[in-house]
């Protein structure tokens, strides 16, 4: 029998129009009635995910957010961040330096537990804003910005080709061993603690609460969940989900605009 499910946010539990609909709402209830934890992890910061698990009931029954891609955990039952794998100030600023010496005109996405700041508030940047109504603050002085942060999103402002890519890749790896660099797309990359990732604070967590790993579900749709299917003993990847990552799931649910999260609780619950 599974004890636990994980889900990832956009792409997964929310539609298109970033909604949780009501199958998909009724099952994580139906689950945590049934004592089956549900938790919220995503790459979003981790007050947006600690609200987005209100929306599943996840505080009325004592439950967890995990956010930042996998750097911050929110206990409800404790009403407190139980883990927290950040980047000192030292690290940041050096990193900060490193990269826009690099390329100047890198897009920079700090990751705080309380929003997403960034460099410049780019095109880019207002569009996510707007699709996923999540707080995203330009740094007016880099040089002064001195939040504790968890996870830096790179975002290519201009395209470089995949022989720069891995040199880039290489060139940070030198720099900074202590550090993982994670490519999510052609064009995007994420920086945070060494083996910090939405697939390590499954293990964390799961370990905490005494929970065998190899019986939580991890349900998602794209590069930065692949550290969760593997590491979970019923990975299951979404329909809508890119063809490369497919092969990582045991189950493929429905889209996410037909209650695929839904559709697994149910399956599973029945097993």
């Known amino acids: 029998m599974i004890e636990i499910i994980f889900t990832d946010?956009?792409?997964t539990l929310l539609n298109s129009s970033s909604k949780i609909s009501n199958n998909n709402l009724a099952a994580c209830i139906k689950?945590?009635?049934?004592?089956?934890?549900?938790?919220?992890?995503?790459?979003?910061?981790?007050?947006?995910?600690?609200?987005?698990?209100?929306?599943?009931?996840?505080d009325q029954y004592q439950g967890y957010a995990i956010g930042n891609d996998g750097a911050e955990i929110w206990s409800f039952k404790e009403?407190?961040?139980?883990?927290?794998?950040?980047?000192?100030?030292d690290e940041t600023n050096k990193l900060t330096k490193w990269l826009l010496e690099y390329d100047s005109e890198l897009l920079l996405n700090f990751g705080c537990s309380d929003g997403f700041y960034v460099n410049n508030l780019s095109q880019r940047w207002e569009q996510w804003l707007a699709q996923l109504q999540i707080k995203i603050i330009e740094i007016k002085n880099l040089a002064k910005f001195d939040n504790i942060v968890s996870r830096i999103m790179v975002?290519?402002?201009?395209?470089?080709?995949?022989e720069k890519i891995k040199q880039f890749i290489n060139n940070f790896n030198q720099q900074f061993p202590n550090l993982t660099i994670v490519q999510y797309h052609?064009?995007?990359?994420?920086?945070?603690?060494k083996n910090t990732n939405k697939g390590s604070a499954i293990i964390w967590l799961c370990h905490r609460l005494g929970f065998n790993?190899?019986?939580?579900?991890?349900?998602?749709?794209?590069?930065?969940?692949?550290?969760?299917?593997?590491?979970?003993?019923?990975?299951?990847?979404?329909t809508n989900a890119n063809e490369k990552y497919k092969g990582h799931g045991k189950r493929?649910?429905?889209d996410n605009n037909d209650h695929g999260v839904a559709e697994t609780i149910e399956y599973y619950l029945s097993k």
């Not at 689950?31 to 599943?56: C, D, L, S, W």
């Not at 407190?80 to 100030?89: F, H, V």
């Not at 579900?217 to 990847?237: Q, R, T």
């Open 9 to 11: 946010l956009d792409g």
């Open 31 to 58: 689950a945590q009635e049934q004592g089956i934890p549900v938790v919220i992890n995503t790459g979003r910061y981790g007050e947006n995910a600690v609200e987005m698990a209100k929306k599943i009931k996840a």
């Open 79 to 89: 009403n407190k961040w139980i883990y927290l794998s950040q980047l000192n100030s």
């Open 155 to 162: 975002v290519l402002k201009n395209p470089w080709d995949d």
């Open 186 to 193: 052609q064009n995007t990359f994420s920086i945070s603690q």
């Open 213 to 238: 790993v190899k019986k939580a579900v991890a349900i998602g749709d794209s590069a930065n969940d692949l550290s969760m299917l593997k590491v979970v003993g019923y990975p299951v990847v979404m």
């Open 252 to 254: 493929i649910a429905p």
